[in-house]
């Protein structure tokens, strides 16, 4: 028998969704025949799978010890001894963390250790804000993506309780993201609001873009505005009212306007030219506006947040990207 004291942050998950964070090697068919067979209990009683656990409840589950061996994956974090990350913004609750191009946020192919997830949780476990013995089933996350090429800011969840209100401030729209990017060419109007349909193509990895509704096509709206150009290159500012994959790269080449350096949708002859070989594009400035109840983070509301530096444009547009002036 094995007993799961429940903490903060496992408090308010569905008994199922728990069991099968804490106890990953029993099926799920299996634990609801568990449940059903009073085989585990909260506080010494019956349960149910639906019931929502709540902060000091005591789970006891009467099942083989097979199930609570080691997963087999490494926990790669811990061979990360010197944790690289650009913090933007820390507190109790989150991180904003400043992730540089050329970096993933969670491992794949190409990447398993030195990802952002994995030097943030490094980073966490050194300073002994989280402990993996001492939690149940959470571990503190990413609630956004950006790109291996692209660079800025990501969101990070040191608890539960946070991870939950930012996936569904996220959801809602209540975090307004912004973007920096230079675009060939200039705009003409400088700024305005694209709408589109975006359909992907998971063979070739990107999307093509529809003026008109399409089957499995997603909408996608993107606010911009101008802030410098040259006449060859335009900085712009970009605001995401969705989040489709490549959003702004390819809603900018359908316009004639591709990013510099971008080697999906771009110009090739033009990124050799200026030697670029990333798409200029930086998640650079975000805002909590939570015009709805923000619960533990209310304290977030109105506050905004902008990294120290967009290599690009110190590059091609020195000066305030804010103001304009050199």
Same mark, same amino acid.
């Given at each position: 028998?094995?007993?799961?004291?429940?903490? &903060?942050?496992?408090?308010?998950?569905?008994?199922?969704?728990?069991? +099968?964070?804490?106890?990953?090697?029993?099926?799920?068919?299996?634990?609801?025949? /568990?449940? $059903?067979?009073?085989? *585990? &209990?909260?506080?010494?009683?019956?349960?149910?799978?639906?019931?929502?656990?709540? !902060?000091?409840?005591?789970?006891?589950?009467?099942?083989?010890? !097979?199930?609570?061996?080691?997963?087999?994956?490494?926990?790669? /974090?811990?061979?990360?001894?010197?944790? &690289?990350?650009? *913090?933007?913004?820390?507190?109790?609750?989150?991180?904003?963390?400043?992730?540089?191009?050329?970096?993933?946020?969670?491992? =794949?192919?190409?990447?398993?250790?030195?990802?952002?997830?994995?030097?943030?949780?490094? /980073?966490?476990?050194?300073?002994? !804000?989280?402990?993996? $013995?001492?939690?149940?089933?959470?571990?503190?996350?990413?609630?956004?993506?950006?790109?291996?090429?692209?660079?800025?800011?990501?969101?990070?969840?040191?608890?539960?309780?946070?991870?939950?209100?930012?996936?569904?401030?996220?959801? =809602?729209? !209540?975090?307004?993201?912004?973007?920096?990017?230079?675009?060939? +060419?200039?705009?003409?109007?400088?700024?305005? $609001?694209?709408?589109?349909?975006?359909?992907? =193509?998971?063979?070739?990895?990107?999307?093509?873009?529809?003026?008109?509704?399409?089957?499995?096509?997603?909408?996608?709206?993107?606010?911009?505005?101008?802030?410098? @150009?040259?006449?060859?290159?335009?900085?712009?500012?970009?605001?995401?009212?969705?989040?489709?994959?490549?959003?702004? $790269?390819? #809603?900018?080449?359908?316009?004639?306007?591709?990013?510099? %350096?971008?080697?999906?949708?771009?110009?090739?002859?033009?990124?050799?030219?200026? %030697?670029?070989?990333?798409?200029?594009? /930086?998640?650079?400035?975000?805002?909590?506006?939570?015009? @709805?109840?923000?619960?533990?983070? #209310?304290?977030?509301?109105?506050?905004?947040?902008?990294?120290?530096?967009?290599?690009?444009?110190?590059?091609?547009?020195?000066?305030?990207?804010?103001?304009?002036?050199?």
């Amino acid at each position: 028998m094995r007993e799961f004291r429940i903490g &903060k942050n496992d408090a308010g998950q569905r008994l199922d969704r728990f069991l +099968g964070k804490a106890i990953p090697l029993l099926p799920a068919s299996l634990a609801q025949k /568990y449940i $059903r067979l009073k085989r *585990i &209990k909260c506080n010494g009683a019956r349960a149910s799978r639906e019931q929502k656990l709540c !902060e000091g409840d005591l789970l006891q589950c009467y099942i083989n010890d !097979e199930f609570f061996e080691t997963p087999s994956e490494e926990n790669v /974090y811990l061979t990360i001894t010197t944790p &690289k990350l650009r *913090i933007v913004y820390e507190d109790d609750n989150i991180m904003l963390l400043d992730k540089p191009v050329g970096q993933v946020v969670h491992a =794949d192919e190409g990447e398993k250790v030195n990802t952002l997830v994995n030097h943030m949780l490094a /980073y966490l476990y050194q300073k002994r !804000e989280w402990n993996p $013995r001492k939690e149940n089933a959470f571990t503190p996350a990413l609630c956004n993506r950006i790109d291996r090429n692209t660079g800025g800011i990501v969101i990070a969840a040191k608890n539960a309780e946070a991870l939950r209100i930012l996936n569904d401030k996220i959801r =809602d729209r !209540e975090i307004a993201k912004y973007y920096l990017c230079i675009a060939l +060419g200039s705009l003409q109007p400088p700024g305005g $609001r694209i709408e589109c349909f975006l359909r992907k =193509d998971a063979q070739s990895n990107t999307v093509r873009v529809y003026h008109h509704p399409v089957p499995e096509g997603r909408s996608a709206v993107t606010l911009y505005k101008t802030l410098r @150009t040259n006449g060859a290159l335009s900085l712009l500012e970009v605001e995401l009212l969705t989040g489709r994959t490549h959003q702004i $790269r390819a #809603s900018f080449a359908d316009l004639g306007h591709p990013l510099l %350096g971008d080697g999906k949708y771009g110009s090739g002859a033009v990124n050799r030219k200026y %030697g670029e070989t990333h798409q200029a594009l /930086y998640s650079y400035r975000l805002r909590f506006d939570f015009p @709805t109840d923000a619960g533990a983070l #209310s304290y977030l509301r109105g506050r905004e947040f902008m990294v120290d530096e967009v290599p690009f444009q110190k590059k091609y547009f020195p000066g305030s990207v804010l103001t304009g002036t050199e």
